[in-house]
């Protein structure tokens, strides 16, 4: 599967937010013309080689630290297959808390406004990323890693609280920080073709979705009180936080016979994955400083969790 892949939003933007209808209606353009059925376009039925990472080695968690030095060349193949289920599974979770919050904002808004059939359209194509990560899994023969019950609660209060620029600012968080990490994955010939095909989908649709969120934040969070833009920082700060500590689940480690408490604690150290994480979030946080939803006491959340 080969296709011209959309480049990454820019880092800022100073420019007024363009009109929202006729953005979406781009957008629904450019879904009718370049869209895809995972079921359809990737073949599950390819075997898995054996020699080959389920993520960039460098993207591991454990890369870099003793305990990544302790495995042979198979055992790392498995780890990276395992950590790649798990932000697949954690993807899967948040992909359903957002297609909540984008049918919540638009509940009863007129369905004949290109920005509801673009968020329908948005939806669809969540529903799919869903079918194709569990499926991903399964392919690999590995669990697609939930999230633990208490994240799941916290998941429910988050959809039900939130709206309006923390919405969308939770599409970007989670949607970005990914976005650099497949684009890595895509290009990577030690990873599996299964994966590679994976990221490549999810980033060339995940485009147009960053791109209408960012525009909606960059169009309500003006429209904000005081008091609501410290809520909606304070949202999208834990936001932030809760996706970047558990993008990878403690069980993975066990699968390579690792103690899940001691390896989650050296991933937690090392510094190298962090800085991959700053990285990858980078533009996300210089456009939310920008337009705001960055900065008083909530910016602590950002730091402790390695983002800033």
Request: with cysteine.
């Amino acid at each position: 599967m080969t296709t011209i892949l959309p480049s990454r939003p820019s880092r800022s933007t100073t420019k007024a937010p363009v009109d929202r209808q006729a953005l979406s209606s781009r957008l629904l353009g450019s879904a009718a013309k370049k869209s895809y059925d995972p079921v359809v376009e990737i073949d599950w039925t390819a075997p898995i080689p054996d020699d080959l990472y389920g993520l960039s080695p460098e993207w591991s968690t454990l890369y870099g630290t003793p305990l990544w030095d302790s495995l042979d060349h198979s055992q790392r193949v498995t780890l990276t297959i395992h950590e790649y289920c798990s932000i697949s599974g954690i993807g899967i979770w948040f992909e359903h808390l957002l297609m909540q919050l984008v049918l919540r904002d638009i509940y009863g808004d007129d369905p004949a406004q290109p920005h509801v059939q673009w968020a329908l359209t948005e939806i669809a194509d969540e529903c799919r990323h869903s079918v194709m990560f569990a499926r991903t899994a399964q392919t690999f023969g590995a669990p697609s890693y939930g999230p633990p019950s208490s994240l799941l609660k916290l998941g429910k209060g988050y959809a039900k609280r939130a709206d309006g620029p923390a919405a969308y600012a939770a599409i970007l968080v989670a949607e970005e920080i990914l976005d650099i990490f497949q684009r890595d994955l895509m290009k990577d010939e030690r990873v599996q073709p299964l994966t590679r095909a994976t990221s490549q989908i999810h980033v060339v649709e995940e485009a147009r979705h960053m791109r209408f969120a960012r525009e909606e934040v960059a169009r309500r969070t003006p429209e904000l009180s005081f008091l609501q833009l410290r809520r909606h920082r304070t949202m999208v700060a834990a936001c932030a936080a809760i996706v970047a500590e558990n993008l990878v689940q403690p069980q993975v480690y066990a699968a390579v016979g690792l103690d899940p408490r001691t390896a989650r604690a050296a991933a937690r150290g090392n510094q190298h994955y962090r800085a991959k994480l700053k990285d990858s979030s980078a533009g996300l946080v210089a456009f939310l400083r920008e337009v705001g939803l960055i900065g008083g006491p909530s910016e602590r959340l950002w730091k402790r969790a390695g983002l800033v």
